[in-house]
């Protein structure tokens, strides 16, 4: 049992590139959450998507797109990476039923 | 806007004693407010959590006092250890904890 699993561990993009972080899940969770992390910032939510088929923004959503693909996998798409978007992703996911999210490793993402 | 509030920033406690890590929030529709550890290089874990209908929650030696007058609530380590040492975030959340906003962490150091 993995829990939330999260590729690539770590990333090094120029501006304008693009990306796709992957988060997957084994528990049979109905919500995921992607979050990013910040010095001094604490966690933010970027989207969020409480069942498959549907997604959600949370405080930051701004130049990120996400898919829900199927109940185990939330992806995290940058179009145009900038600067501003060097930070630790996370996914996170939970049970409909409880309050409990489960974050993954993390993601540590450089734009230069 | 931050709408949990976190201090401090960062603690420093010997082992054995006590840790005090305090949280303020505003908005009174919050009806979840959970803390999660996180150690370096890892994702965020739940460590207690408490709803609004109570004042305190104990689980071992972590409890959560929670003042809702006052819109306070504080997470107190009893007997401090080494493996303590982390960063601890507060959070606060409605609706069905989908939208989890976090204070900005404090980093905890236990001294042998």
């Known amino acids: 049992n993995a829990g939330v699993t999260q590729t690539p561990k770590f990333q090094v993009l120029k501006t304008g590139q693009s990306m796709t972080l992957q988060c997957a899940q084994d528990?049979?969770?109905?919500?995921m959450y992607w979050y990013r992390q910040d010095p001094g910032m604490g966690l933010r939510l970027i989207y969020y998507?409480?069942?498959?088929?549907?997604?959600d923004k949370g405080e930051v959503p701004n130049g990120y797109n996400v898919s829900r693909l199927n109940k185990r996998e939330f992806s995290l798409r940058l179009e145009s990476a900038a600067p501003s978007q060097t930070s630790v992703y996370f996914c996170?996911?939970?049970?409909?039923?409880?309050?409990?999210?489960?974050f993954g490793p993390g993601t540590r993402l450089l734009v230069l | 806007q931050q709408q949990v509030k976190q201090s401090p920033q960062s603690l420093i406690v010997q082992k054995g004693g006590i840790s005090i890590i305090n949280c303020a929030y505003e908005?009174?529709?919050?009806?979840?407010f959970p803390w999660y550890q996180q150690f370096p290089g890892k994702g965020p874990a739940l460590l207690i959590a408490?709803?609004?209908?109570?004042s305190e929650k104990k689980e071992g030696r972590f409890t959560i006092s929670f003042n809702k007058s006052a819109k306070q609530f504080s997470l107190h380590i009893m007997d401090s250890q080494p493996g303590d040492s982390a960063t601890y975030f507060c959070?606060?959340?409605?609706?069905?904890?989908?939208?989890?906003?976090f204070g900005t962490g404090t980093r905890l150091t236990v001294i042998p």
């Open positions: 998507s409480a069942s498959e088929g549907t997604t």
């Open positions: 408490i709803r609004p209908d109570v």
């Open positions: 528990m049979n969770h109905n919500s």
């Open positions: 959070a606060a959340s409605f609706n069905g904890a989908n939208n989890l906003f």
């Open positions: 996170a996911s939970r049970f409909s039923g409880g309050e409990t999210q489960y």
């Open positions: 908005n009174t529709a919050f009806d979840y």
